[in-house]
């Protein structure tokens, strides 16, 4: 069964980090990008990032450029959501989401919410 699961959400200050984890043990990642959305109470979800099948490309949310980065570890099949200088209406739920593309290693993501598989998501919550 394909199964995502995300963890290393909590509470911190605005302005601090946190480094968001998405385990996808049954994932082929040449045939998948992995999303990362968030979704804050009374919004609707929205992409932050995704990383291509290739693991070459990525794309964010103009939102949190320069703040978050994307990457994955292929060998532990998991993808990381690094946030830095975090800021209040950063607080949501995320989520991690799997995109499955018949052609292996893709240079592109997208970020449209019309990802084939979700986790449960983590809360995120930036508070002074």
């Known amino acids: 069964q394909l199964q995502l699961v995300e963890s290393g959400g909590g509470s911190v200050q605005p302005g601090g980090s946190l480094r968001l984890s998405c385990a996808a043990p049954?994932?082929?990642?040449?045939?998948?990008?992995i999303g990362w959305f968030r979704q804050a109470p009374g919004k609707e979800r929205e992409g932050v990032s995704c990383i291509s099948s290739s693991g070459l490309s990525t794309k964010y949310a103009d939102s949190v450029k320069g703040r978050f980065t994307i990457s994955r570890d292929s060998a532990k099949k998991t993808v990381y959501l690094q946030m830095n200088n975090l800021k209040p209406e950063d607080t949501a739920v995320y989520y991690c989401a799997a995109y499955f593309y018949e052609v292996y290693g893709t240079m592109w993501c997208h970020l449209k919410a019309d990802y084939d598989y979700w986790g449960q998501g983590t809360q995120v919550t930036v508070s002074a």
């Open positions: 049954g994932f082929s990642f040449d045939r998948h990008f």
